[in-house]
Nanobody, 121 residues
Framework: VQLQASGGGLVQPGGSLRLSCAASGSTLDYYAIGWFRQAPGKEREWVSCTSKSDGSTDYAGSVKGRFTISRDNAKNTVYLQMNALKPEDTAVYYC???????????????RGQGTQVTVSS
């Protein structure tokens, strides 16, 4: 499966963005989808994941209550709705596909190219 992440941009603190992870070559029904992010000079961080089996979702503590991961099977796309954004959310965001949710992006089978999110006034 090939993944294309999009939807990043510049937003003010407190604002919202919706990231998209569009798949081609296979249906996302078959995969767990994870979102990760990496800020300059920092380690890559797991953000969220939705499983393929029951569609359950999980979030890092730093984004819980502000971010929501969801699937649109008709569009073969997974979204990450990000609300109440903070400057510390600034990073390149990546989506990844695999059989289950992993905490490390390297364990996933496929990864998108990343989309930049900048939260700044």
């Amino acid at each position: 499966v090939q993944l294309q992440a999009s939807g990043g941009g510049l937003v003010q603190p407190g604002g919202s963005l919706r990231l998209s992870c569009a798949a081609s070559g296979s249906t996302l029904d078959y995969y767990a989808i994870g979102w990760f992010r990496q800020a300059p000079g920092k380690e890559r961080e797991w953000v969220s994941c939705t499983s393929k089996s029951d569609g359950s979702t999980d979030y890092a503590g730093s984004v819980k209550g502000r971010f929501t991961i969801s699937r649109d099977n008709a569009k073969n796309t997974v979204y990450l709705q990000m609300n109440a954004l903070k400057p510390e959310d600034t990073a390149v965001y990546y989506c990844a596909a695999g059989p289950i949710c992993y905490s490390d992006i390297v364990a996933f089978n496929s990864r998108g190219q990343g989309t930049q999110v900048t939260v700044s006034s």
